[in-house]
T-cell receptor, first 114, second 112 residues
């Protein structure tokens, strides 16, 4: 089975801290995604990547950056965390030619910024 | 911006009843997918329907797609308490099928 693993399930960080959310997939997928999920707003795409060192902005990239140095790993970085970034973050992956393929999700990372 | 929008936002039914959820989207698509999310967990793929398909079945799930109305529906027949979850549609863009966007979801509660 495809596995998408998010390194941290629950994090509490202070305002202004730099935060790294790590995601690893084990099925050699080209596409990787970071979404943010908030009540009533559903999933909003932050960034996606369809190849190593490639990235494209989603709907809400402000305040975030990403890194994809290796195919299996896609990191989300909050350069200076703020309280409005408190949310659940979901990493996902799929084969290239994305929408014809299943997207596999990790279990989510709950980030609280205090 | 979000591509798909689910309707209703919340749905509560009794076990054994059918549940219908709708998804509308704004721009032309290649494919549409439905996902399920149990509370506090990641999303799990349910079914994919291509833009040249009108209906698809998988077990108790039936999905329809009307590209002229830019809408899709997910029907769960003979619902069970275990079907309680949030359901999301996901669509791509005709010009970029790697760009997948999700709606806000329908929260389904099935009462035993």
């Amino acid at each position: 089975d495809v596995k998408v693993t998010q390194s941290s399930r629950y994090l509490v960080k202070r305002t202004g801290e730099k935060v790294f959310l790590e995601c690893v997939q084990d099925m050699d997928h080209e596409n990787m995604f970071w979404y943010r999920q908030d009540p009533g707003l559903g999933l909003r795409l932050i960034y996606f990547s369809y190849d190593v060192k490639m990235k494209e902005k989603g709907d809400i990239p402000e305040g975030y950056s990403v890194s994809r140095e290796k195919k299996e790993r896609f990191s989300l970085i909050l350069e200076s965390a703020s309280t409005n970034q408190t949310s659940m973050y979901l990493c996902a992956s799929s084969l290239l030619g994305g929408s014809g393929n299943t997207i596999y999700f990790g279990e989510g990372s709950w980030l609280t910024v205090v | 911006s979000q591509q798909g929008e689910e309707d209703p936002q919340a749905l509560s039914i009794q076990e054994g009843e059918n549940a219908t959820m709708n998804c509308s989207y704004k721009t032309s698509i290649n494919n549409l997918q439905w996902y399920r999310q149990n509370s506090g967990r990641g999303l799990v793929h349910l079914i994919l329907i291509r833009s040249n398909e009108r209906e698809k079945h998988s077990g108790r799930l039936r999905v329809t797609l009307d590209t002229s109305k830019k809408s899709s529906s997910l029907l769960i027949t003979a619902s069970r308490a275990a079907d309680t979850a949030s359901y999301f549609c996901a669509t791509d863009r005709k010009d970029n099928n790697n760009d997948m966007r999700f709606g806000a979801g329908t929260r389904l509660t099935v009462k035993p």
